[in-house]
């Protein structure tokens, strides 16, 4: 998601900061890119009028305009107008601030990923904050969504209540609230029906719940592909029956963007998670300034460094890092490191977080960065013997063939693979030297 806007943002400012001094002709002429870039990420239009107003209003003044970088001024107006429009500073959490039993819940269409976002806020309030999660679904219309809500709640390890048939939502978020009551739950997350399109008997129905069960949260759940339409569905959820926060799913997705930056200012609700998978891990707190960040190419690294923290293993980070220094990194390493990667999640999701992402991805192309290839190339190291692995050196044309044969790939696959490994180890070694030089000219003086 953002790449294409984040793209044509990052080409507008490189031009503005390669030029010296600024007039207001020059930054209207950004502005007016920056414009189309918004609208074609699918913004709403009354949002990118009161952002390009609200970003003119404070660059054209003289001050900005005589400053010694007035480039970077202009970036950084762009990036606090493009914080608010997205929520303003800091990531606004779930409210958890009741009397136990908590109820959460949880509204939207369906097929927005409402029930799977349930489990995954189950899952992240019972391993993060110790919570005992009860999940209830009282989605009536769809006979399988009470079952999809109950093995969701498996993989989960939290509760779930259990199926009575004939009841009705009231009936069953009132067994809920009671089964949470009696059996101590602190938080019971009401997961209700969806319908295709918005419609008075849905909103009837989620009003009525919410009446009876008074929760301190009522999520709404938006599928970001969806784009304007979110938007919209967001309004018209919000209009009748209010919620307090948004969860946008599919920001893993290839959409465009727009709905995520019009979402505040149409609503009024903050959108406070997002979804990036289908995995019950893939929920993250939505920080504005890190989404601007990312859009404007600068980059989320706080986010990259929390999410390293979170999955890189650290006694075996250590331990690779200590071969690479002694320089005996070898296959077998490589294969280490790779795994350690790939648990970070897809490596184009790795790099949006860096700064000028966008730029590097339309250099590279988004066919390199895939699972795909890390998994070939784990594949690859693991179809050969352990000699091999720590000798790549003998591995001449025979044994190439027989390698990329069992990992089901080609001989250009495992060359690639080994001139990948070559290279690394070329330039660790040039790092040790390098290195052990600064230390002996440290030593000498
Ligand atoms: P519901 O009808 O709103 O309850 O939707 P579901 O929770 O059943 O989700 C519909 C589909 O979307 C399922 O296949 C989910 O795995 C998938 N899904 C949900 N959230 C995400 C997400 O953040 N990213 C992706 N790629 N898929 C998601």
Same mark, same amino acid.
């Given at each position: 998601?953002?790449?294409?806007?984040?793209?044509?943002?990052?080409?507008?400012?490189?031009?503005?900061?390669?030029?010296?001094?600024?007039?207001?002709?020059?930054?209207?002429?950004?502005?007016?890119?920056?414009?189309?870039?918004?609208?074609?990420?699918?913004?709403?239009?009354?949002?990118?009028?009161?952002?390009?107003?609200?970003?003119?209003?404070?660059?054209?003044?003289?001050?900005?305009?005589?400053?010694?970088?007035?480039?970077?001024?202009?970036?950084?107006?762009?990036?606090?107008?493009?914080?608010?429009?997205?929520?303003?500073?800091?990531?606004?959490?779930?409210?958890?601030?009741?009397?136990?039993?908590?109820?959460?819940?949880?509204?939207?269409?369906?097929?927005?990923?409402?029930?799977?976002?349930?489990?995954?806020?189950?899952?992240?309030?019972?391993?993060?904050?110790?919570?005992?999660?009860?999940?209830?679904?009282?989605?009536?219309?769809?006979?399988?969504?009470?079952?999809?809500l109950?093995?969701?709640?498996?993989?989960?390890?939290?509760?779930?209540?259990?199926?009575?048939?004939?009841?009705?939502?009231?009936?069953?978020?009132?067994?809920?609230?009671?089964?949470?009551?009696?059996?101590?739950? &602190? @938080?019971?997350? %009401?997961?209700?029906?969806?319908?295709?399109? *918005? /419609?008075? !008997?849905?909103? +009837?129905?989620?009003?009525?719940?919410r009446?009876?069960?008074?929760?301190?949260?009522?999520?709404?759940?938006?599928?970001?592909?969806?784009?304007?339409?979110?938007?919209?569905?967001?309004?018209?959820f919000?209009?009748?029956?209010?919620?307090t926060?948004?969860?946008?799913?599919?920001?893993d997705?290839?959409?465009?963007?727009?709905?995520?930056?019009?979402?505040?200012?149409?609503?009024?609700a903050p959108?406070?998670l997002?979804?990036?998978g289908?995995?019950?891990?893939?929920?993250?707190?939505?920080?504005?300034?890190?989404?601007?960040?990312?859009?404007?190419?600068?980059? &989320? @690294?706080v986010g %990259?460094?929390?999410?390293?923290?979170e999955? *890189? /293993?650290? !006694?075996?980070? +250590?331990k690779?890092?200590?071969?690479?220094?002694?320089?005996?990194?070898d296959?077998?390493?490589?294969?280490?490191?790779?795994?350690?990667?790939?648990?970070?999640?897809?490596?184009?999701?790795?790099?949006?977080?860096?700064?000028?992402?966008?730029?590097?991805?339309?250099?590279?192309?988004d066919?390199?960065?895939?699972?795909?290839?890390?998994?070939?190339q784990?594949?690859?190291?693991?179809?050969?013997?352990?000699?091999?692995?720590?000798?790549?050196?003998?591995?001449?044309?025979?044994?190439?063939?027989?390698?990329?044969?069992?990992?089901?790939?080609?001989?250009?696959?495992?060359?690639?693979? %080994?001139?990948?490994?070559?290279?690394?180890?070329?330039?660790?070694?040039?790092?040790?030297?390098?290195?052990?030089?600064?230390?002996?000219?440290?030593?000498?003086?």
């Open positions: 998601m953002f790449e294409a806007l984040s793209g044509k943002l990052t080409g507008v400012f490189e031009r503005l900061r390669r030029r010296g001094a600024l007039n207001e002709t020059d930054v209207m002429e950004a502005l007016r890119e920056v414009r189309l870039a918004l609208l074609d990420a699918d913004v709403a239009l009354p949002v990118v009028k009161d952002f390009i107003a609200k970003v003119r209003e404070r660059a054209v003044g003289q001050e900005v305009l005589d400053s010694v970088s007035p480039g970077q001024q202009v970036v950084k107006i762009v990036n606090d107008v493009m914080v608010e429009a997205l929520g303003g500073a800091g990531a606004v959490g779930l409210n958890l601030n009741a009397p136990a039993p908590i109820p959460i819940l949880m509204v939207g269409l369906q097929g927005s990923g409402k029930t799977t976002t349930s489990g995954k806020i189950a899952l992240r309030l019972s391993q993060r904050l110790r919570r005992k999660v009860l999940l209830a679904s009282l989605d009536t219309q769809r006979p399988a969504a009470q079952l999809q109950q093995q969701l709640a498996e993989r989960a390890g939290v509760g779930s209540l259990p199926i009575v048939a004939g009841q009705t939502p009231l009936q069953i978020a009132a067994r809920a609230m009671e089964t949470a009551r009696r059996e101590v739950y &602190d @938080v019971v997350i %009401l997961d209700t029906a969806g319908r295709l399109s *918005i /419609d008075a !008997a849905l909103m +009837e129905e989620v009003k009525q719940i009446f009876a069960t008074n929760p301190a949260e009522t999520l709404l759940v938006v599928d970001a592909m969806t784009g304007q339409d979110a938007v919209n569905t967001a309004k018209a919000n209009d009748a029956v209010g919620v926060g948004i969860v946008m799913t599919r920001m997705g290839d959409a465009r963007g727009g709905a995520a930056l019009s979402m505040r200012a149409v609503t009024g959108i406070k997002t979804g990036s289908e995995k019950l891990d893939a929920l993250e707190d939505f920080h504005p300034e890190r989404v601007a960040g990312r859009i404007l190419g600068m980059g &989320d @690294v %990259l460094v929390e999410r390293a923290a999955t *890189i /293993d650290q !006694a075996e980070a +250590e690779l890092a200590r071969k690479m220094a002694k320089g005996t990194f296959l077998e390493d490589f294969a280490a490191q790779l795994k350690q990667i790939t648990k970070m999640g897809s490596l184009s999701s790795i790099l949006g977080m860096l700064p000028g992402a966008a730029k590097l991805q339309q250099q590279i192309g066919a390199n960065l895939d699972q795909k290839m890390l998994r070939r784990a594949a690859i190291i693991s179809s050969m013997t352990a000699k091999e692995r720590r000798t790549p050196d003998i591995i001449k044309a025979s044994r190439k063939k027989r390698i990329a044969a069992g990992s089901g790939t080609t001989v250009q696959d495992v060359n690639r693979l %080994l001139k990948q490994f070559d290279d690394m180890s070329g330039m660790m070694k040039r790092m040790n030297k390098l290195g052990q030089k600064g230390l002996m000219r440290h030593g000498l003086s």
